[in-house]
């Protein structure tokens, strides 16, 4: 099997359009000698269609930070896959744990979110985690086979083959506290056999599975060099193209090693 590595960047509520073309700018002429690492940014939907101007030719994917189930209808202020699509998006986060905490998704809208990316054409990112209370009450494995379930219910191995799982233990989103590259690998090892048991080990092994929870560049190395970490989905780090560059390095260096 070829390691693969992706490094994801989640802008969340972040930049204005003006400040979205610069910061993709920057991001593209720092990165042009990256070969082998993926490069993905995720911009707020508005700056979608301006961002893929400035990255439609390079290695930098575009992807969105979300998206609505149904195709069209009367559903003021949601975003359709197909509308993400005709930006030039090519990925599409799903799940986060932020839109769990404040936006009352569950694993079954996940699920309905994963199936129209899907079938617009869009590959998702999908998000699951624990929160520190359950990581406390020793329930972690419980809670990720519970999401990783949901969220894959009824989805064919041919499917899957579409999908990145991001592993992202909500006490370490925008806290500093980083899951040690010990502990995450122990979860990304259990997700890899959950995909296993469900759609086979040719999917379970050629499945991304990144980590993300305040990844930097001084840790990115020691997370990433982990067997069962093929990447990291970035918040804080990513707005700001010098971080963010620095962990593509980091992947980068490791795959060629
Ligand atoms: P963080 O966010 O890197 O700021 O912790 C990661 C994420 O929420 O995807």
Known sequence: ??????????????????????????????????????????????????????VKDCNVALGAQNVYWEKQGA???????????????????????????????????????????????????????????EREKNITAQVVTRQIKGAFAGMSADAMKNIIIAYEPVWAIGTGKTATP???????????????????????????????GSVKPDNAESLLGQKDIDGALVGGACLDADSFTAIIAAAEKLLQA
């Not at 979110?113 to 999908?126: D, S, T």
């Not at 979860?187 to 993300?212: M, P, T, W």
Request: hydrophobic share 40%.
């Open 75 to 133: 559903f003021t202020g949601e975003i359709s896959a197909g509308m993400i699509k005709s930006t030039g998006a090519v990925y599409a986060i799903i799940g986060h744990s932020e839109r769990h905490q404040y936006f009352g998704e569950t694993d079954e809208t996940v699920n309905k979110r994963i199936n129209a990316a899907l079938e617009a054409g869009l590959k998702p990112i999908v998000c699951v985690g624990e929160t520190l209370e």
């Open 182 to 212: 010990d502990q995450a690998q122990e979860v990304h090892a259990l997700i890899r056999q959950l995909i296993s048991k469900e759609f086979g080990n040719a999917v379970a092994d050629n499945i991304v599975i990144q980590y993300g």
């Open 1 to 54: 099997m070829n390691r693969k590595i992706v490094i994801a960047g989640n802008w969340k509520l972040h930049k204005t359009n003006q400040e979205a073309l610069q910061l993709a700018n920057q991001i593209k002429i720092k990165n042009t000698h990256i070969k082998k690492a993926g490069i993905i940014i995720c911009p707020p939907f508005t700056a979608l269609s301006e961002v893929h101007s400035v």
